[in-house]
């Protein structure tokens, strides 16, 4: 009788542990749901892109095309050029897959990351804190800064922000991106002009249209090597820091380490380097 009594009380113990634990499994995922987005919910199921890129052999690149050297785009043929296309490229191949480009401006990029309408953003992405809310960023390769650009005549008449921020001067910028940001928050007397097409938009400087662009120090080496009428002004001496990396999805861990490791070894190999001295030799 007792040793009924003591197995019935040891179930019944059983019983009330395996509630309790099933209570708990079900009150921390259903508290922990609404922390994750649906984008990063989906993305977990589907597993790390680590393994997705090689299975589909496809490495979808979101990228403008507008930003020389690093990304541009042959409006008639529609081939992708430029330093981050090699580099895209490189990565492709190192996941066994090749490179698809996925085409978006600089408003909408890291959305399109992180809608799922590629893998990776490529093309002279600079770091910045408001596209960290919404995209992971690799290992940077790249440093940077805004600098002016201008005709060669007038390089030392905008050389600080005190110079170029007069009632007269002419500033013109692509929209959507740092460039439209850094601009903004710096002009409030010179004329603010911004101008849709970045791949024109330094023919408006050469034509007398606009009298300074204040863009990456990167861009204005390269459009001042490619435009003798063109000079950078004190670009290693830029008005602001920044970074540039490669824009990756939220949430995967694995393919950002990847990534990481990737752009650490092709930044101390020559690759970058290499792909770098092919454009600005031009």
Not at 144 to 167: A, F, H, M, S
Request: charged share 30%; aromatic share 8%.
């Amino acid at each position: 009788m007792r040793r009924t009594v003591t197995l019935s009380a040891l179930a019944a113990v059983l019983a009330a542990t395996a509630a309790g634990s099933a209570l708990a499994v079900g009150s921390t995922s259903e508290s922990e749901s609404p922390r994750a987005s649906a984008a990063d919910r989906a993305r977990q199921q589907r597993g790390t892109l680590l393994d997705r890129v090689p299975e589909r052999g496809v490495l979808r690149v979101c990228t403008t095309g507008d930003y020389r050297p690093f990304s541009h785009r042959d409006p008639k043929s529609g081939v992708y050029t430029g330093i981050d296309i090699k580099m895209a490229g490189d990565l492709a191949e190192s996941l066994d897959a090749k490179p698809a480009f996925v085409p978006t401006t600089w408003a909408e990029l890291v959305d399109d990351l992180a809608a799922g309408r590629c893998d990776v953003g490529m093309g002279g992405v600079s770091v910045t804190l408001a596209r960290a809310r919404k995209a992971s960023f690799s290992e940077p390769y790249l440093t940077d800064g805004k600098t002016p650009i201008v005709r060669c005549e007038d390089q030392d008449r905008y050389r600080t922000l005190e110079d170029i921020d007069r009632p007269g001067v002419r500033v013109v910028v692509n929209p959507g991106g740092t460039n439209e940001e850094f601009a903004r928050a710096h002009v409030k007397r010179a004329t603010l002009t911004v101008h849709p097409d970045n791949t024109t938009i330094f023919d408006e400087i050469i034509a007398g249209r606009a009298d300074v662009m204040m863009t990456d120090a990167s861009e204005t080496r390269y459009q001042s090597a490619i435009h003798p009428e063109l000079c950078a002004v004190h670009p290693d001496e830029p008005f602001s820091f920044s970074e540039k990396a490669y824009a990756l999805p939220r949430g995967d861990a694995q393919f950002k380490e990847y990534v990481d490791q990737w752009v650490h070894l092709a930044t101390h190999d020559g690759t970058y380097k290499k792909y770098e001295d092919e454009w600005m030799k031009r």
